[in-house]
């Protein structure tokens, strides 16, 4: 029974040089964040006062955070070039839409008010860019499992951000790696695909202009990373 015949699909798939398709996935994001130990270790620090009467002092030691990964979705198209019976070249270009949210150890306070949100709101629109190696095992009847890792260029057009607390600037760089499964189906393939991107670029900007620059200050150093579970058609 294990070894019965298992009819193929999709048997010349493989050998075509050039192909193409579409990717639906489901996408978190997240910030690595590194904090200066105390406020007055920021060049050119500047005490504020929260509306609520509470002072930010030099000595003061700000924390924020992702309290919780929040889904978000992409679309994209694919172009994959064969280069060997177990390399393909592949460009994904897409677009996604997610949103982070970071918490403080002090209230947030947006336009002079103090929020009812224990978290502040960062969304973003990605124009993503990626160019990966695709390394795959042999087919093994209709199944091939597969490894993938390459680089990644994102600009977030998000025309709100220019308002955020923490703003980011809109340029940002990857390295991508992660793993799937190939399953050849009777008229396309379909593949699962688990990837992480780790930002490499330094995103944090200047804290917007007329609202409290405490938020932003507490923040030596802001990258982005991005988990993505994609479904691959083609």
Do not use: C
């Not at 199944?143 to 220019?162: C, E, F, H, M, T």
């Amino acid at each position: 029974m294990a070894q019965r015949t298992v009819v193929k699909n999709l048997t010349t798939f493989d050998d075509k040089r050039l192909h193409f398709g579409f990717t639906l996935a489901l996408n978190t994001l997240d910030f690595n964040i590194d904090h200066y130990p105390t406020l007055g270790d920021k060049t050119n620090f500047v005490s504020e006062i929260l509306s609520n009467g509470t002072p930010i002092v030099a000595s003061n030691k700000i924390r924020g955070d992702i309290s919780t990964l929040t889904p978000g979705f992409t679309v994209g198209i694919i172009t994959n070039l064969r280069l060997s019976e177990s390399l393909d070249l592949r460009f994904l270009p897409g677009m996604s839409f997610g949103e982070r949210k970071l918490t403080y150890n002090i209230p947030i306070e947006e336009g002079n008010n103090l929020s009812k949100d224990q978290f502040f709101s960062i969304k973003s629109t990605f124009l993503d860019f990626p160019l990966l190696i695709k390394y795959k095992s042999r087919r093994m009847n209709n199944q091939r499992p597969y490894l993938i890792g390459g680089v990644a260029y994102r600009i977030d057009i998000n025309k709100s951000g220019k308002e955020d607390l923490v703003r980011t600037k809109p340029f940002s760089s990857y390295l991508e790696a992660g793993m799937g499964w190939d399953t050849y189906l009777q008229f396309f393939r379909l593949s699962t695909e688990l990837k992480f991107s780790f930002g490499l670029s330094n995103i944090l900007n200047n804290g917007p202009k007329d609202q409290l620059q405490v938020y932003t200050n507490a923040f030596s150093r802001l990258s982005s990373n991005v988990f993505t579970l994609s479904f691959h058609f083609e």
